[in-house]
């Protein structure tokens, strides 16, 4: 039997990326913003930095690929099946109901995925990437006509959207894990 792959190559590559990604930053961030020490806050500023970068770049290059491709098409959200999709993750995965929705390659995301990731992309992602920016050209604020903003409020609104994000992937991780394999 010939294995169908739903996700394109630089889909699969994009995705693990970012979340490897996601996951130094926060490893970085954490230390940091003073929880624990592992490299030393200049190392885990230097290298928070560089991932926050290198994610950038992945994201911009990921935006022309997905409009380019026509791929973007993917993450129009759709309320059909919602419910049913709420309902077998909240009731019937623990009866061992068959999941509502079959991914292809014409619809690769159910409706509760495409939801997660608008919700993704137009808040948490902008709250951590603005709020990160900000906080990294803190020094400029004056010339930008941003003196008036609070750094401790941008650095706050930061950890939240960091929170936010930890656990969108906690999350993540685990919805792999409810398939007919692991990584199905």
Known sequence: MKRVYIFKGFERFWHWAQALLIIMMAVTGFEIHGT??????AAADLWHTTFAWTLIGLWIFAIFWHFTTGEWRHYIPTTDKLADVIRYYSMGIFKGAHHPYKPTQVRKHNP??????????????????????LYMFYND?????????????????????????????VGHMYLITTGHTVFA
Do not use: N, R
Not at 112 to 133: D, E, H, N, R, S
Not at 152 to 161: E, F, N, Q, Y
């Open 36 to 41: 624990y020490s592992l490299l030393g806050y």
């Open 112 to 133: 509760l995925q495409l939801l997660a990731y608008l919700g993704f992309k137009l808040f948490m992602a902008p709250l951590i990437w603005i709020t990160g920016l």
């Open 141 to 169: 604020w004056e010339s930008f006509g941003l003196g008036w903003l609070d750094l401790s409020v941008v650095a706050t609104l930061h950890t939240i959207g960091a929170f936010f994000l930890v656990i969108f992937l």
